[in-house]
């Protein structure tokens, strides 16, 4: 799932592909908000970001990812 975080005085986001459900990444990002302390994140490549939550201005969280299998969608009848 993708989640792009923006920051204070900042016109770049941080954009992240990371694991998990809507509702696990959000009651993470949540509290980490709410009781003012740092926010750790994995990426699916393994790399740990840790922000600040006194800088964080907004955060988007994308909907879960549906992966498909086989080759439905790829052939069309005609």
């Known amino acids: 799932m993708q989640i792009r975080i923006g920051f204070v005085n900042n016109a770049r986001e941080l954009s992240l592909t990371i694991d998990g459900t809507q509702e696990e990444v959000e009651a993470k990002i949540n509290e980490a908000l709410e009781n003012q302390k740092l926010l750790t994140l994995t990426d699916n490549k393994g790399t740990i970001h840790t922000l600040r939550t006194s800088e964080v201005i907004y955060v ?19």
Do not use: N, P, R, W
Request: charged share 30%.
């Open 60 to 78: 988007l969280i994308g909907a879960e990812k549906k992966e498909t299998v086989g080759f439905a969608g790829i052939f069309k009848e005609s």
